[in-house]
């Protein structure tokens, strides 16, 4: 028997230790190449972290201007999430009622899902201007698949029993869409949001490439770092948007989490 | 009955069951145990025939608790009521004597993900219990438990049962299940399902839990599982 104490830093050790140990063969590999690899010439390729630190973290005009492009994103690609929640919802219930519905969108929502978004986005630009609305869209056009079938997945994985017991006692499909369907798909419905959170930022960095009015957001401040090869506020903002997309994921896994952990398998405590 | 895909499930079947009767339908896998019940309460629609019911409620257990997992014991009770859109004082009055009749008061705020599968059925049964069936259905809703928690909820099928007086009607593959629970046993062949025999089970309500080991239970017992044997036509 080992006390217990020492067991839970035993397991904050192995828990802890190894990506650390990752992340500094990460940093001593990125200094290797800046320095060894690079001649001072090249080294705007991959400036060395120290460089980024000092250029792009900690000079507060860089900072702030990163910062705002960091927030304007956070807006279009929050919006765009929000609005592909409600649609894909919308979307998945309705295929859900009928076999014929389903049968005659699915291809579409499949369509929408493998043409390159990226080919449309001039189009959408030309139709609905090139300012918030259009980078919301395309946000929406990126991670409304993910909800629509994950959440369909859902609705259809309906214990057949309970569809019975509701039929016995004679519930409509309101009811049974509304105390049965939509909360047991509540588990797959999070794991398309969660997902969806992830695109739904590559959507409006995206966006920020292409539609270039009102406040820049991150992507185009990525845009304009590289054309100016200012590489040390290049990483900084990337390392942001990525930050962005690893926070809205956890958010929505935590709401997700919070939804049913009273019930689900899923939120139970896993070692 | 006759299924879409041709599949015919059961052929010539009459039977009635009367109030204050508890019928045992056993039979071997697939010979449309499940379907009889089904058509009985009105899930499936006959291909040929009728089915007439004195009385408006009909209780259903099912194989599996059927349970909504994210309710609570209490919130699970109240199911049949609420889709039948009964008042709300009501359907709490009613869940509340539901706990009460099969002992689960303390446990009102679990979730079933926390209670035993013993434990589950008999939610199942108190909540088939809420709305006072004068029908009821059972469709091998023990088949998935142990032993002991099978016999234990025998009893208490038989104690709701001696209370009060439903006409049940009780599917399951054990030969000892039935001819413990019901007054007529009856013995289908398998698919298509017809009966092909029925047995009158001679011990009177309430049956103690003993009964099982009693040399006459077992000759009871013998002569269904012998009707159940025996080749057909």
């Not at chain 2, 997992?69 to 109240?78: I, K």
């Not at chain 2, 088939?128 to 259905?137: H, I, K, N, Q």
Request: charged share 20%; proline share 6%; with cysteine.
């Amino acid at each position: 028997m080992t006390h217990p104490d020492l067991r839970r830093s035993r397991v904050a050790i192995t828990r802890v230790v190894p990506p650390m140990l990752v992340a500094l063969a990460f940093i001593a590999a990125w200094l290797l190449v800046s320095y060894e690899v690079l001649s001072a010439r090249q080294r705007f390729l991959l400036p060395p972290p120290q460089r980024v630190l000092q250029v792009g973290f900690l000079d507060r005009h860089n900072l702030t201007e990163i910062l705002r492009g960091l927030w304007s994103t956070t807006e279009v690609a929050v919006a765009g999430l929000c609005i592909a929640i409600v649609f894909g919802m919308l979307f998945a219930i309705l295929m859900a009622q009928a076999r014929w519905v389903e049968r005659s969108f699915y291809p579409y929502a499949v369509v929408l899902q493998t043409i390159p978004i990226i080919a449309l986005v001039p189009l959408i630009g030309f139709w609905f201007k090139f300012d918030f609305r259009s980078r919301v869209l395309v946000c929406v056009l990126i991670s409304l698949f993910p909800v629509v079938t994950n959440t369909l997945f859902g609705l259809q994985s309906v214990d057949r029993g309970l569809l019975d017991l509701f039929r016995l006692h004679g519930a409509g499909r309101l009811a049974a869409l509304r105390k049965l369907q939509l909360p047991a798909a509540l588990p797959a419905a999070f794991a398309g949001f969660r997902i969806a959170a992830g695109l739904s930022v590559i959507g409006a960095i995206v966006g920020d490439f292409f539609f270039r009015q009102g406040q820049p957001g991150i992507g185009r401040l990525i845009d304009v770092y590289r054309s100016q090869l200012a590489s040390e506020r290049l990483f900084t903002a990337i390392f942001f948007s990525s930050l962005l997309g690893v926070v809205l994921f956890w958010v929505v896994g935590f709401i997700g989490h919070r939804a049913v952990r009273s019930w689900h398998e899923s939120a139970e405590d896993r070692r | 009955m006759t299924f879409p895909d041709g599949t015919d499930a059961i052929a010539e079947l009459d039977l009635a069951v009367t109030a204050g009767e508890f019928v045992a339908v056993v039979g071997p896998s697939g010979c449309g145990k499940s379907t009889l019940l089904r058509i009985a309460s009105g899930l499936t629609t006959p291909t040929s025939g009728t089915v007439e019911i004195r009385g408006t409620q009909v209780g259903y257990v099912f194989q599996d608790a059927t349970l909504l997992p994210w309710r609570t014991v209490l919130g699970n009770f109240e199911v049949p009521a609420e889709l039948r859109t009964a008042p709300k004082a009501q359907r709490r009055a009613q869940a509340q004597q539901a706990i009460e009749l099969v002992g689960l008061r303390g446990f009102e705020q679990h979730h079933p993900r926390r209670l035993s599968g013993g434990m589950r059925m008999r939610v199942s049964l108190a909540r088939a219990l809420t709305l006072d069936p004068e029908l009821f259905l059972f469709d091998e809703p023990f088949g998935a438990l142990d032993e002991i928690t099978r016999e234990r909820l025998q009893d208490e099928v038989l104690q709701l049962f001696e209370r009060k007086r439903f006409a049940g009607l009780f599917v399951t593959h054990s030969v000892f299940e039935a001819a413990f629970l019901a007054s007529r046993v009856v013995v289908m062949s398998t698919r298509p399902g017809r009966i092909v025999g029925e047995v009158e089970v001679p011990f009177a309500y309430p049956r103690p839990p003993s009964l099982r080991f009693e040399p006459h239970f077992a000759e009871v017992a013998g002569s269904i599982s012998a009707l159940l044997r025996r080749p057909q036509r």
